[in-house]
T-cell receptor, first 112, second 111 residues
């Protein structure tokens, strides 16, 4: 079974802190994604990566950056956390573009 | 409004009844996917239907796709309390690197 893990289930940070969210998948998938999920807004794509060291902006990249140094790992970085980044963050991976995505359990981030 | 909108937003039924959720989308698609999300968890893929398919079954799930109407439906038969979750349709585009997810239907199955 494909497994996608995220570094934390719950995280509480202060405004201005640098925050790292890590995602690891064990199925050698090329494509990895970071979404945020907010009530009433559904899932919104922040960044995606289709190969090591490659990244593309999604629909809401502002305030975020990503890193993919190894195929199995995709990190989301909040350079200076703000309260409006309080959200559920979901990582996903897929083998080929149009296939189904496999999601991690999510990280609920609260920025105070 | 966004592509991949589900209807209804919320649905409450008794155990044993069938649950039907609908999804509408706007652009041409390669496939349409349905996902399930238990409260506070990640999404789990349920079923994928390709644009040249009209109906697909998986266990108690039945998905239909009408590309002329740009709509899909998910039917869960003989529902169980454990089916309580949110259900999302999703349409990948741009080579699959982007997928639009709807806002979801919240299903509550009463025991």
């Amino acid at each position: 079974d494909v497994k996608v893990t995220q570094s934390s289930r719950y995280l509480v940070k202060r405004t201005g802190e640098k925050v790292f969210l890590e995602c690891v998948q064990d199925m050698d998938h090329e494509n990895m994604f970071w979404y945020r999920q907010d009530p009433g807004l559904g899932l919104r794509l922040i960044y995606f990566s289709y190969d090591v060291k490659m990244k593309e902006k999604g629909d809401i990249p502002e305030g975020y950056s990503v890193s993919r140094e190894k195929k199995e790992r995709f990190s989301l970085i909040l350079e200076s956390a703000s309260t409006n980044q309080t959200s559920m963050y979901l990582c996903a991976s897929t083998h080929e573009g149009y296939n189904e995505q496999f999601f991690g359990p999510g990280t609920r981030l609260t920025v105070l | 409004s966004q592509q991949g909108e589900e209807d209804p937003q919320a649905l409450s039924i008794q155990e044993g009844e069938n649950a039907t959720m609908n999804c509408s989308y706007k652009t041409s698609i390669n496939n349409l996917q349905w996902y399930r999300q238990n409260s506070g968890r990640g999404l789990v893929h349920l079923i994928l239907i390709r644009s040249n398919e009209r109906e697909k079954h998986s266990g108690r799930l039945r998905v239909t796709l009408d590309t002329s109407k740009k709509s899909s439906s998910l039917l869960i038969t003989a529902s169980r309390a454990a089916d309580t979750a949110s259900y999302f349709c999703a349409t990948p585009y741009t080579g699959g690197f982007k997928t639009i997810f709807g806002a979801g239907t919240r299903l509550f199955v009463k025991a």
